[in-house]
C-alpha cells in the first residue's frame, strides 16, 4: 500500500515538494479535495507514472514512495497494477474523432478461470513480471540475445575488416586489394597460430619491400700467359713457376773484371750499362754526353766488367721480373663490385667479404713486390749466388675471393626465387595476422554458435523438454485461449447498460469492430476495439459530458478486465463528473462506487465541493474493518520568485462539516491577515468574488447581475464600488503582471467585504462566523 509520496520534483506545479511529517499517511480510501489549476490532476499523472517508473511529458520527474517496508523510486516499476482516470486516460482510450474506443476483454464465469491462470502464465513467460525482479520473458530475452548476436557478428566482421587493412598494408602489391571476405576464407583454413618472431617478420617486410635487381657476374680471376707462345695458364701455377725459375737464377754466378766503382753503385753500373748498350745499337765512337771520342781501353774495361754471360744472365732475369709484373696487373685489376647491386640482406655479408679480400688482395700484392725487389737485387749481383726461399700461399686470397662469389650466387639466386619468396613471405604474413585473432575468433564463433542455439529454443521451443514451447507456442496457445473466452460482446453488452443508466437514453451503444488480416499465412479476423453508434449511426460528434460519460462507464469496465485484479491493485479517479450537468453527478457517484469498493487501495480526487460532500459520505460511513481512510486538499504557495508551487494539507475542518464550500471560503477570508507580501493575497480575490457570488445569490435572489444586485444593497456607494472592481478584476488574468497595490487593495477590500456581508444581512453573517468561532478557539 502507498503509504506517502516522501519527494516530488519536476512535476509541474510540484516542483519540490517534500511529504510534511506531520501529515497523515494515505490509507485505503483517500480523499483529495483540490481547486481548479491547484495541482490536483498533476498530481494523479505521478500515479500514472508509477507503474513504468516515468512519464513521458516529466522526463526528469524524481519521486519517492513509501509503501511499508518497501520503496519505490523513479525509473522502477511498481509492484501494484495502478488504474488511473484523468484526462490523460480519455485521451488514450477513446479516440473520439474515429468513433472507436480501445477494446477490452472480459473475463465470465468460473469455467474460465483455469484458461485465465494459463493464457496469465503464459504472458508472464512471453513477457516477463513486473512484481518479480529480473523477470524478462522470452520475447525481451530474445531481444537482448538478438542484440548481442548481432554485437557479437558485428565485433567478428569488425576483427577482420579490421585485419584485413593490416594485411593489406603489410603485404605487398599482391595484398592491395585483400578484403575481409578473403580474411575469412583464409581465416578457415587456419588450423593452428603461426605467429612470427619479430625478426621474422622484418624479413618478410623486407622480402615484399624489395624490387628484382640484376644478376651480377661472378670474380673470376683470369687466366695468363707468360708470352705470346705460351699456353694461358692459371695465374698461380704460373707464379709457381716464376718463383722456382727466380731460385734458380738467383742462385747462378758469372765471371767478370769487376770495376770497383760500379759495382759499388748500383744507380751507376746501371746507367753504364745502359748507355753501352746505346751507343751500340747506335754504332756511336764518341760519347753521345761529352762527343769525345771513346777510349778504347776504357771500352775494353767495360766489356770485361759487362760480359756476355752477364748479360744473358741480366736478361733473364729481367723476363722473369717482367712475367712477375704481368701477374701483378692481373691480380691488381681484379676489382670488387658496387655493394649497392647486391639485395640490402647480403650487404653486411658482402662488406665483410670485401674487407677481407682487399686486405687479402693488399698483402698477396705486396709480397709479389718483395720477391720483385729480391730478383732485381740479383741484377747487381751476377757474380754472387743470392739465397732465395720465398714463397706464396694464395689460400685465403682464394677463399676470400670465393667468398664474394658465395654471395654474388646467393643474390643471383634470390632473384630467381624472389616472386616465390614474396608469395611465401605474404602468406606467412597473412597466417601470422590471422593468429592475432585467433583466440578472440575462436572465441567468438563459440559464443555465436551459443546465441543461435538460444534464439532457435526461445523462438521454437527445446526439443529435449516438452515443456518449453517458445515463443511461437506461446503466442499460439495465448490466442487459442483467448479466443475460448473471449466476450467482446458482452463487454459491449456492459458498456451499452452502463452507458444508458448514466445517461438515462439508450441511444449511444458500442458494437465490436474487427478486421481481417493475414497471420502466418492465415486469415483471421482479428477485433480492433469498438465502434460508437447513436441510432446506429457512427458518432461524429459529442458533447462534452457524453464524452465524460463514455470515459467513466468505459473506465469502469476496464477495471474488469483480466490484466487488473481489483483486490491488489490501486485505483486513482480524478474528477470524473467534470463538464456533467447535476443529474448525472449522482450516477458518476453510483459508478464510481461500485467499481472501486473492493479495490486494495482508492484515491478519490475532485475539485467539486458537491461530489466531494458525495464522497465524503460514503467514505465515513465505511465500517473500519474495512479499511482506513484519510482526506486530503492541495493548496497552494508562492516561492520568493513568485511561482505557484502546490502541497498537500489536511482537509480543512469546513469542508468536512458543513454542506457546502461557502462556509470554507467565508473562513479563509475572515482569518485572512496579510503579511505585506504578493505571494500572501494572490488568491484571495478568486476566494472574494466566489463569496460575493454566493452572498449575493442568497441575499438578491433573482437573475441580474452581480453590478446590478450589489446597486440594490444599502452600503457605502463607494466601498460598494471598490469591492465589485477588486473581485471583478483582480479574480481574472489580465495579463499586465503583478500590481504591488494588490495588497493593500486587498486589505481594504475584504474588510469591506465583511462589513458589507453584517450591515446588509446580520443574521446570515452570525450564522457563518457561529460556524467556526469553535474551530478558531481549538486552534489557538
Not at 566482421?157 to 603485404?171: E, L, P, Y
Not at 676489382?335 to 687479402?360: G, K, L, P, V
Request: glycine share 4%; aromatic share 8%.
Amino acid at each position: 500500500m502507498i503509504d506517502k509520496f516522501k519527494k516530488i520534483k519536476n512535476l509541474g506545479i510540484f516542483e519540490d515538494y517534500s511529504w510534511n511529517a506531520s501529515l497523515t499517511n494515505f490509507k485505503r480510501y483517500n480523499v483529495i479535495y483540490g481547486w481548479n489549476g491547484s495541482g490536483k490532476t498533476t498530481l494523479s499523472k505521478l500515479f500514472d507514472s508509477l507503474e513504468k517508473g516515468i512519464h513521458p511529458d516529466y522526463s526528469t520527474l524524481e519521486y519517492e514512495a513509501d509503501c511499508g517496508a518497501q520503496k519505490f523510486k523513479n525509473g522502477q516499476p511498481f509492484d501494484k497494477k495502478v488504474r488511473v482516470f484523468n484526462q490523460d486516460y480519455i485521451q488514450k482510450n477513446l479516440k473520439i474523432i474515429e468513433g472507436r474506443a480501445n477494446s477490452i476483454t472480459i473475463v465470465l464465469g468460473v469455467e474460465n478461470k483455469e484458461l485465465v491462470e494459463q493464457i496469465k502464465k503464459d504472458q508472464i513467460e512471453l513477457s516477463g513480471d513486473s512484481n518479480t525482479p529480473g523477470s524478462t520473458g522470452k520475447i525481451q530475452e530474445l531481444k537482448i540475445t538478438k542484440e548481442l548476436l548481432a554485437t557479437q557478428i558485428k565485433d567478428k566482421d569488425k576483427s577482420f575488416t579490421d585485419i584485413a587493412r593490416i594485411i593489406a598494408a603489410s603485404g605487398g602489391e599482391a595484398v592491395r586489394s585483400y578484403t575481409s571476405k578473403q580474411a575469412k576464407s583464409s581465416f578457415v583454413k587456419l588450423t593452428q597460430k603461426e605467429l612470427l618472431t619479430d625478426t621474422q617478420l622484418e624479413h618478410c617486410a623486407l622480402v615484399l619491400t624489395q624490387k628484382s635487381e640484376p644478376e651480377i657476374l661472378g670474380i673470376e680471376l683470369p687466366l695468363v700467359s707468360l708470352n705470346e707462345s705460351h699456353k694461358p695458364e692459371d695465374i698461380f701455377q704460373l707464379l709457381n713457376l716464376i718463383l722456382s725459375e727466380a731460385k734458380s737464377l738467383l742462385g747462378q754466378t758469372v765471371t767478370s773484371n769487376i770495376i770497383t766503382r760500379l759495382k759499388d753503385n748500383n744507380d751507376i753500373c746501371d746507367w753504364v750499362e745502359a748507355g753501352i748498350q746505346l751507343h751500340k745499337d747506335h754504332s756511336s765512337s764518341n760519347c753521345e754526353f761529352c762527343n769525345q771520342p771513346l777510349p778504347a781501353d776504357r771500352m775494353l774495361q767495360m766489356s770485361e766488367h759487362f760480359n756476355e754471360e752477364d748479360k744473358r744472365l741480366k736478361d733473364n732475369i729481367e723476363l722473369l721480373l717482367s712475367q712477375l709484373r704481368r701477374i701483378h696487373k692481373t691480380i691488381t685489376d681484379v676489382a670488387i663490385i658496387d655493394r649497392a647491386r647486391f639485395y640490402e640482406e647480403f650487404r653486411t655479408d658482402f662488406d665483410t667479404a670485401a674487407s677481407e679480400f682487399i686486405n687479402q688482395k693488399k698483402e698477396l700484392l705486396q709480397k709479389i713486390v718483395d720477391i720483385g725487389n729480391k730478383i732485381k737485387e740479383k741484377k747487381l749481383n751476377t757474380t754472387v749466388v743470392v739465397d732465395f726461399s720465398e714463397t706464396i700461399n694464395p689460400t685465403d686470397f682464394i677463399n676470400a675471393l670465393k667468398e664474394i662469389n658465395n654471395l654474388i650466387t646467393a643474390h643471383n639466386l634470390k632473384i630467381s626465387n624472389l616472386e616465390k619468396e614474396k608469395k611465401d613471405a605474404n602468406q606467412k604474413l597473412e597466417a601470422h595476422h590471422l593468429s592475432t585473432i585467433y583466440d578472440s575468433v575462436k572465441l567468438s564463433e563459440t559464443v555465436t554458435e551459443g546465441f543461435e542455439l538460444k534464439i532457435t529454443i526461445l523462438q521454437n521451443g527445446d526439443p529435449k523438454t516438452q515443456s518449453d514451447i517458445g515463443i511461437s507456442g506461446l503466442k499460439v496457445r495465448i490466442a487459442e485461449n483467448q479466443a475460448k473466452i473471449s466476450s467482446t460482446q458482452k463487454a459491449c453488452d456492459n458498456i451499452n447498460s452502463g452507458l444508458a443508466t448514466f445517461l438515462g437514453r439508450k441511444e449511444l451503444i458500442f458494437e465490436p469492430f474487427y478486421i481481417t488480416t493475414t497471420v502466418d499465412g492465415v486469415e483471421k479476423r482479428v477485433e480492433q476495439g469498438y465502434i460508437i453508434k447513436r441510432n446506429e449511426v457512427p458518432v461524429r460528434n459529442l458533447s462534452e459530458g457524453e464524452k465524460t460519460a463514455i470515459a467513466f462507464v468505459y473506465f469502469t469496465v476496464h477495471l474488469q478486465d483480466q490484466e487488473f485484479e481489483l483486490a491488489k491493485g490501486v485505483i486513482v479517479i480524478d474528477d470524473p463528473i467534470s463538464s456533467l450537468d447535476s443529474n448525472s453527478l449522482f450516477q458518476s457517484f453510483a459508478f464510481l462506487k461500485n467499481a472501486v469498493k473492493d479495490a486494495y487501495q482508492v484515491f478519490l480526487l475532485t475539485h467539486n465541493y458537491d461530489f466531494l460532500r458525495l464522497l465524503l459520505n460514503w467514505v465515513k460511513n465505511i465500517p473500519k474493518k474495512s479499511g482506513e481512510k484519510s482526506y486530503y486538499m492541495v493548496n497552494n504557495s508562492y516561492s520568493e520568485e513568485g511561482i505557484r508551487l502546490a502541497f498537500l494539507a489536511p482537509l480543512d475542518k469546513t469542508l468536512h462539516e458543513h454542506e457546502s464550500e461557502y462556509h470554507y471560503l467565508f473562513k479563509c477570508l475572515y482569518n485572512f491577515q496579510s503579511d505585506g507580501t504578493i505571494l500572501n493575497v494572490y488568491h484571495i480575490p478568486n476566494i472574494a468574488r466566489k463569496v460575493l457570488d454566493t452572498f449575493l445569490m442568497f441575499r438578491v435572489p433573482n437573475s441580474d447581475s452581480g453590478y446590478k444586485k450589489l446597486e440594490v444593497l444599502t452600503f457605502d456607494e463607494n466601498k460598494k464600488t471598490a469591492i465589485y472592481k477588486f473581485t471583478n478584476d483582480q479574480s481574472h488574468i489580465t495579463g499586465s503582471g503583478f500590481d504591488p497595490s494588490l495588497v493593500i487593495e486587498t486589505q481594504n477590500n475584504v474588510k469591506a467585504l465583511l462589513e458589507m456581508m453584517e450591515a446588509v444581512f446580520p443574521e446570515h453573517y452570525k450564522i457563518l462566523v457561529a460556524s467556526i468561532i469553535p474551530e478558531i478557539a481549538a486552534e489557538a
